[in-house]
């Protein structure tokens, strides 16, 4: 789903020269040709493409390596079909190229340096965004929720603060958090990788960010849109990162690859810009408590603290929504001190009988089970007041799904029963026993 927001994403501008690359010179370098040995590009259009960076700064760099007698053209213009001078590593070129790799396999788009990466999430921030009672609506539209429950979530979204759903199992609270998402309906820039104190974070996740479609020049076009913005950036839906209990602490740091010599961004950091969903918070090894220990500082002051191998600490910007949804009471789970830190607390509870039906009709709907008053009325009168009528959203998809699955085993059409009722109802709960052992 893609909706328009109330803010205008300003793009990154693309480096005018060398100087504004603002790389180490003799990182950049190697670059150029760790990634003219491993690819075989040998023109300045494939180079310029493969670093991503315009064609005149990668010229500059270019240059700045065959003054120092690692690169040598391999022709004149004229000698090319497409008038372009060919470029190859010296032998020199060549050994350096394999030093290089030998300290950091990492080659290709060029990284952005840390703090103009900064300036490009001030320009894009979640804070900034405006989320209307319309936008939010559409984004749910395909749930059935209380009256008052968008008027809860709006607010929150729009600060760009940490949010607590909590409540019962089995009613949307995921769904829910999928739908805030679906409202952050514009695009942001995402770096390929990031550049630290001469070392390379690669950043942008092909698995957490979706690639907006990108725009490819015509070379023979009269009108080009190459410098639309910079290309070590990809632009992107803003990210959602949903964990679950698989989260640990570890996951919150920097992860140094020890064979490519690189590090890759910890979640929340690929997460900048969008939303980080912790999902059936209290069911990780860690306990919540630590884990929210290890959110206060970002959640509080919008940095992070990571550390490299060297144990060199450093700040980077934290500009993500944090949801976090659970099942338990938050006084179960967090002290007073933590819950005063997560900014917006909100229920989730079960629907009323109303919604049950409404949304019970619409999963019939959806699957093609026709509705009986009579297994309606069974269910209501005879089957919920054994569990004092508390309706869960996920149990009309359950209940259909086990009728469905009983039509098509006994060969029989879609229909509901109570006879039929009654057999769902009973792989819905497990009856207490005790078991002989």
């Known amino acids: ?20 690359l603002e790389l180490p010179i003799v990182m950049a370098r190697d670059i150029l040709i760790k990634t003219m040995f491993r690819k075989s590009v040998d023109k300045i259009s494939k180079i310029a493409n493969a ?22 053209a391999t022709g004149t213009m004229k000698a090319t079909a ?25 080659f290709g788009a060029m990284p952005v340096p840390l703090h103009i990466y900064q300036q490009q999430i001030k320009r894009q921030s979640i804070r900034d965004i405006q989320i209307t009672r319309e936008q939010l609506t559409t984004s749910m539209g395909h749930l059935v929720l209380p009256d008052d429950l968008i008027s809860n979530l709006g607010p929150a979204v729009s600060s760009g603060r940490s949010i607590l759903m909590y409540g019962p199992p089995g009613n949307g609270k995921s769904s829910i958090s ?22 390379v974070i690669t950043v942008y996740d092909p698995i957490v960010h979706s690639a907006a ?30 964990t679950g209990g698989e989260l640990t602490l570890n996951m919150l740091d920097l992860n140094y690859n020890a064979v490519a010599r690189t590090y890759q961004a910890p979640l ?70 933590a819950l005063r830190r997560i900014f917006f607390k909100i229920k989730i509870d079960g629907p009323t009988q109303e919604n049950f039906l409404k949304i019970f009709a619409l999963v019939a709907r959806k699957k093609k089970m026709p509705l009986d008053e009579g297994a309606l009325v069974h269910l209501l009168k005879k089957k ?16 259909i799904d086990q009728m469905i699955s009983i039509c098509e085993f006994e060969g029989i059409p879609y229909q509901m029963t109570p006879e039929l009722i009654d057999r769902a109802w009973g792989n819905m709960f497990v009856r207490h026993e005790d078991i002989v052992k």
């Open 1 to 20: 789903m893609n909706m328009q927001v109330s803010t205008a994403v300003v793009a990154p501008p693309p480096p005018r020269s060398l100087e504004e």
């Open 51 to 72: 670093i991503c960076l315009p064609p005149n700064v990668a010229q500059e760099l270019v240059d700045l390596a065959r003054e120092q007698l690692l690169l040598e």
């Open 82 to 106: 497409d008038r372009e001078m060919g470029y190859q590593l010296t032998d020199n070129g060549k050994a350096r190229a394999l030093d290089a790799l030998a300290q950091s396999e990492y």
């Open 178 to 199: 999928n739908g805030i998402r679906d409202a952050l309906g514009d695009k942001i820039y995402v770096p390929r990788a990031v550049e630290y104190s001469g070392q």
């Open 213 to 242: 479609e990108e725009q490819f020049d015509d070379p023979n076009a009269l009108r080009r849109t190459g410098n639309r913005f910079d290309s070590r950036y990809i632009r992107c839906e803003r990210p959602t990162v949903i």
């Open 268 to 337: 929340q950091m690929k997460a900048t810009g969008g939303v980080f969903i912790v999902d059936d918070l209290g069911r990780q090894a860690e306990p919540p408590q630590a884990l929210i220990n290890r959110w206060i500082v970002p959640l509080e002051e919008g940095k992070d603290i990571l550390s490299l191998q060297s144990g060199e600490k450093f700040e980077v910007p934290f500009d993500t929504l944090v949801i976090f949804s659970t099942n338990y009471h938050p006084n179960e789970l967090f002290d007073q001190a």
């Open 384 to 399: 919920y007041p054994t569990i004092n009528n508390v309706f869960a959203n996920y149990q009309p998809v359950f209940l």
